[in-house]
Nanobody, 121 residues
């Protein structure tokens, strides 16, 4: 299973960006899909997650500004980021919880390579 993230870049404070992450390979289904971010010299933090059932959750730091969504037909998760702040500058990673085969309850977790978002003041 591979995750390919895209959409990062440089944006001014107050601007918007949309990240995408598409999963490919051989698997049965994807459960949760999530976005994390890691700023320089900081740990990687969960910022948004969507379950296969449609439940959404956000970190307080992005609530009301970021929107996570997914297209199950395309095995893709999106992150719409609005009202960006310099503190949002980080490498953004997507993560997917995947069941590889039908009938297996085992969940495997995969990461995308990360896409850099830089917000200038």
């Amino acid at each position: 299973v591979q995750l390919q993230a895209s959409g990062g870049g440089l944006v001014q404070a107050g601007g918007s960006l949309r990240l995408s992450c598409a999963a490919s390979g051989n698997f049965f289904t994807i459960n949760d899909m999530a976005w994390y971010r890691q700023a320089p010299d900081k740990q990687r933090d969960l910022i948004a997650i969507t379950t296969n059932g449609g439940t959404l959750d956000y970190a307080d730091s992005v609530k009301g500004r970021f929107t996570i969504s997914r297209d199950n037909a395309k095995n893709t998760v999106y992150l719409q980021m609005d009202s960006l702040k310099p503190d949002d500058t980080a490498v953004y990673y997507c993560n997917a919880a995947v069941r590889l085969t039908y009938g297996s309850s085992r969940i495997n977790y995969y990461w995308g390579k990360g896409t850099l978002v830089t917000v200038s003041s």
